[in-house]
């Protein structure tokens, strides 16, 4: 498991219990207590050291690498998964990922970021920033799930939108803004979940949703810590004092009335307990499903507009 440094201490005792797991038994030593004890404090520690994370320390456990990304949510939530591949008019975008499946029996569209969990697929999946394509790919799956009548889920896991001379010359901002477009104007259910995080324009493409939750650990925010940083202090080393300044934590956006809800991870983050990370997920999306149902879709794009026009709005 990578390593962040506030959870070196827990590591340490990790790494302990299963150099005493492979010890054999000694009279002398009693290895079962000894383990159980030390278990014990661990827990206790991971508890007492995600109960006071700071901004900057939330950033790091949201960019963790052994988070569940889209593909984990998929093998553990969706069935008859179908990926659809391609914006009909430039190419294919790995970074931007989605198709049909089955979520607990309900035929859906699933759409979201994959970021990579090791060098090959991260360089694939070019870091989870999607060019327009991948944006346009988004348009084309939102577009057909108001077809089919589906229900949409975005799973948002990015630093933003790619960056590059070639994505800025086949219209990045114009594609994002269709895409934010799109989600506001189809005739079905959208749900999103900030899964990681949630950088820019490059996320709300896919999050102008009826509901949109955030993961405990995950963040969301304008730009990023290290960038926002560099424009104002001219050096990245400010990034935990942007970090704090810029109020990207899920419990801060909640605050702001900007998400619908928080969903809760496991103790010791995300990437210590996928599948139970992943469930919780899918228990929102089934509770919000129940609430959206027999909704009409013009019902749906009138509170959605109004939800997001809200926004920033006193009273």
Known sequence: MSQLEFEKKI?????????????????????????????????????????????????????HPNRPHFNDYITGMIEDYAPLAGDRN??????????LGRFQGQAVVIIGQERGHDTESRVKHNFGMARPEGYRKAQRLMKMAERFNLPIITLVDTAGAYPGLGAEERGQSEAIARSIETCLNVKVPVISIIIGEGGSGGAIAIAAADRVYMLEHSIYSVISPEGC???????????????????????????????????????????????????????QIATALEQLDGTDGDT????????????GRKG
Do not use: C
């Open 11 to 63: 590591l340490e005792l990790e790494g302990k219990i299963n150099e005493l797991s492979n010890v054999e038994s000694d009279s002398d030593v009693n290895i079962e207590a000894e383990m159980k004890r030390m278990k014990e404090k661990v827990s206790k520690l991971t508890k007492q050291t995600y109960s006071k994370l700071t901004p900057a320390q939330k950033v790091q456990v949201a960019r």
């Open 90 to 99: 430039f190419a294919e975008d790995d970074a931007m990922e989605g198709g």
């Open 229 to 283: 940083a560099s424009i104002l202090w001219r050096s990245a080393e400010h990034a935990s004092e942007a970090a704090t300044a810029l109020k990207i934590t899920a419990q801060d956006i909640y605050d702001l009335k900007l998400i619908d809800d928080i969903i809760d991870e496991p103790v010791g983050g995300a990437h210590r307990a996928k599948q139970e990370t992943i469930d919780n997920v899918a228990n």
């Open 300 to 311: 749906l794009v009138k509170n959605r507009r109004k939800k997001f026009l809200a926004f």
